[in-house]
């Protein structure tokens, strides 16, 4: 069965400083990640994907993640925080090979401090 | 904007009725799938449907059901509510045929049981 772990359910950090958010998954077969960012009050939106091509994954607004098998993680990192990544995210992974369907980590709430 | 829509946004019913969310996915997207957000759950997989069949069954209660029409649009029924059914419910659709179950969700519809 597939399952993630995020290790932290919040995190805060000083604008302009790195972002770490960091996840742990299992999975039986070679999965597909992702991270989600959902903002106060809003949908779902798509960071980026790992769907095992490039095991380091770019996506929007200047977030990266890193596929590490050994380690079964990919933690998610951005280089300077801004104020407008405060938000929940959600590390997540394809929860069967044939239908799709998505299992998600229990979210990190990401506070950016001025 | 993901493409994905889902009315309405916002539903306040009582304990004991039965409403119905409406979601309609991208165009092109034959799979509909349905996710409950909950303060105590976080986001679960309830169920979905590729192309009018349901393809794929989590968490979902038997007071609830879904279907997914011939124009692909999909409903998600809830019945004879609980207090503990107040969520927020998102769909997502995806492409046929992808090997990376990438989801583009919808905005959700915000459910309180009073």
């Known amino acids: 069965a597939q399952s993630v772990t995020q290790l932290d359910s919040h995190v805060s950090v000083s604008e302009g400083t790195p972002v770490l958010l960091r996840c742990n998954y299992s999975?039986?077969?070679?999965?597909?990640l992702f991270w989600y960012v959902q903002h106060p009050n809003k949908g779902l939106q798509l960071l980026l994907k790992y769907t095992s091509a490039a095991t380091l994954v770019k996506g929007i607004n200047g977030f990266e993640a890193e596929f590490k098998k050994s380690e079964t993680s990919f933690h998610l990192t951005k280089p300077s925080a801004h104020m407008s990544d405060a938000a929940e995210y959600f590390c997540v992974v394809s929860g069967s090979s044939n239908t799709g369907k998505l299992i998600f980590g229990q979210g990190t709430t990401l506070q950016v401090k001025p | 904007d993901s493409g994905v829509t889902q009315t309405p946004k916002h539903l306040i019913t009582a304990t004991g009725q039965r409403v119905t969310l409406r979601c309609s996915p991208r165009?092109?997207?034959?799979?509909v799938y349905w996710y409950q957000q909950s303060l105590d759950q976080g986001l679960q997989f309830l169920i979905q449907y590729y192309n009018g069949e349901e393809r794929a069954k989590g968490n979902i209660l038997e007071r609830f059901s879904a279907q997914q029409f011939p124009d692909l649009h999909s409903e998600l029924n809830l019945s004879s509510l609980e207090l503990g059914d107040s969520a927020l419910y998102f769909c997502?659709?995806?492409?046929?045929?992808?090997?990376?179950?990438?989801?583009?969700f919808g905005p959700g519809t915000r459910l309180t049981v009073l």
């Open positions: 999975s039986s077969y070679s999965p597909s």
């Open positions: 165009s092109g997207d034959l799979s």
């Open positions: 997502a659709s995806s492409a046929p045929r992808t090997g990376s179950h990438e989801q583009f």
